[in-house]
T-cell receptor, first 114, second 109 residues
Framework: GAVVSQHPSRVICKSGTSVKIECRSL??????MFWYRQFPKQSLMLMAT?????????EQGVEKDKFLINHASLTLSTLTVTSAHPEDSSFYIC??????????FGQGTRLTVV | GIQVEQSPPDLILQEGANSTLRCNFS?????LQWFHQNPWGQLINLFY???GTKQNGRLSATTAATERYSLLYISSSQTTDSGVYFC???????????FGKGTKLTVNP
């Protein structure tokens, strides 16, 4: 199956700072990647669709100015949480379509804002 | 958009028991996947099964696309099977993968 790598796996930052999370497709090209957020004991909620070479598409209720997405190449999408606050603490996970539209996910990033 | 319902929400088994997890969806799908989320949060792909039946070791899955449901079977469960099992679908004209709320499985020794 396709491999999606996400980095870092865990990050702690101070309130008001920004954090960048990287999502890479290692053995295939991904024109589209997806960013999800998961709160404890809940399901995954789609935040945005990242499109290579164009603007991301955000789901309703997701602040595009807080969650900046850049998909500058066919193998890399980044999510930057700007001016992070404790309520932004969560598990963030990215995915990309492999062959046959099967989705593969990165390892996830656990963000803690203190 | 498409709705996904999983049942049961929680399941507790003794090691060695069998179980069936269900996923109902509200519209036609062109992608249905089952995942196991491990304690570290990573989603492990179990099955890509928009229709038909597949088996992989102690796990098998079947999707009845017309009836709009999928079943995940776990036989001879082991403690390492514990975790949350998610069903996710793409369909109804959307390009997005939509997740159910998951089934939390606990296998006791």
């Amino acid at each position: 199956g396709a491999v999606v790598s996400q980095h870092p796996s865990r990050v702690i930052c101070k309130s008001g700072t920004s954090v960048k999370i990287e999502c890479r497709s290692l053995d295939f090209q991904a024109t589209t990647m997806f960013w999800y957020r998961q709160f404890p004991k809940q399901s995954l909620m789609l935040m945005a669709t990242s499109n290579e070479g164009s603007k991301a598409t955000y789901e309703q209720g997701v602040e595009k100015d807080k969650f900046l997405i850049n998909h500058a190449s066919l193998t890399l999408s980044t999510l930057t949480v700007t001016s992070a606050h404790p309520e932004d603490s969560s598990f963030y996970i990215c995915s990309a379509w492999g062959q046959n539209t099967e989705a593969f996910f990165g390892q996830g990033t656990r963000l803690t804002v203190v | 958009g498409i709705q996904v319902e999983q049942s049961p929400p929680d399941l507790i088994l003794q090691e060695g028991a069998n179980s069936t997890l269900r996923c109902n969806f509200s519209d036609s799908v062109n992608n249905l996947q089952w995942f196991h989320q491990n304690p570290w949060g990573q989603l492990i792909n179990l099955f890509y099964i928009p229709s038909g039946t597949k088996q992989n070791g102690r796990l098998s899955a079947t999707t009845a696309a017309t009836e709009r449901y999928s079943l995940l079977y776990i036989s001879s469960s082991q403690t390492t099977d514990s975790g949350v099992y998610f069903c996710a679908v793409k369909g109804g004209g959307s390009e997005k993968l939509v997740f159910g709320k998951g089934t939390k499985l606990t296998v006791n020794p």
